[in-house]
């Protein structure tokens, strides 16, 4: 079956641009999640998502970084003014929410700032 | 802060049982053991997890230690494709579920 689709799955933005980052979790997942990770780290969280309601949002970095998640389904990760720092591989897993249901991850949108 | 440690790199010969260790003294009664692995440019994927029986499924088997303090991945007969970073994760059981990921080991399978 389907899993997470991310996408674009590379972006080159120069520094100060808006970047927008889509995730369409798998179909029926509840919970959703945004990771970041650095080269040659492991991936760090930013936010999770219950539904459409954003219930943790203790791992972004800024007030530059923005999540939504409308209607329960689709995600979009915003990044405003974008800086070099910001440069990683952005991550999104979901989960059917209940109980211990692992993350389910895609393969992450790659975004280089210059 | 991530609450497991684990060797930051590991071989392991093609065709041999990879076992791969996992420290976490610090694991709450109802915490789960995670793990992933993430092969490079792709996302992490899931691998097992358990609780304290020993687990097994089609890729690998978790061996949990009785107190819980350390646990074992053991992929059978390792293949050049399991060439990856295998991440330990103690799952955080009351923050929405979300996984606190360590550095990893980085395992190399040799031909």
């Known amino acids: 079956g389907a899993g997470v689709s991310q996408s674009p799955r590379y972006k080159v933005a120069k520094r100060g641009q808006d970047v927008a980052l889509r995730c369409d979790p798998i179909?029926?997942?509840?919970?959703l999640f945004w990771y970041q990770q650095a080269l040659g780290q492991g991936p760090e969280f930013l936010t999770y998502?219950?539904?459409?309601?954003?219930?943790?949002k203790s791992g972004l970095p800024s007030d530059r970084f923005f999540a939504e998640r409308p209607e329960g389904s689709v995600s979009t990760l915003k990044i405003q003014r974008t800086q070099q720092e910001d440069s990683a591989v952005y991550l999104c897993?979901?989960?059917?929410?209940?109980?211990?249901?692992?993350?389910?991850f895609g393969n992450g949108t790659r975004l280089t700032v210059t | 802060d991530a609450k497991t440690t684990q060797p930051t790199s590991m071989d392991c010969a093609e065709g041999r049982a990879a076992n791969l260790p996992c420290n976490h003294s610090?694991?709450?009664?109802?915490?789960?053991v995670y793990w992933y692995r993430q092969i490079h440019s792709q996302g992490p994927q899931y691998i097992i997890h358990g609780l304290k029986n020993n687990e097994t499924n089609e890729m690998a088997s978790l061996i949990i230690t009785e107190d819980r303090k350390s646990s074992t991945l053991i992929l059978p007969h390792a293949t050049l494709r399991d060439t990856a970073v295998y991440y330990c994760?103690?799952?955080?059981?009351?923050?929405?579920?979300?996984?606190?990921f360590g550095q990893g080991t980085e395992l190399s399978v040799k031909p």
């Open positions: 179909s029926g997942h509840v919970s």
């Open positions: 610090t694991i709450s009664g109802n915490e789960y």
């Open positions: 897993a979901s989960s059917l929410g209940f109980g211990n249901s692992p993350l389910h």
């Open positions: 998502f219950q539904n459409e309601a954003q219930l943790d």
């Open positions: 994760i103690v799952r955080v059981d009351n923050q929405g579920g979300k996984l606190i």
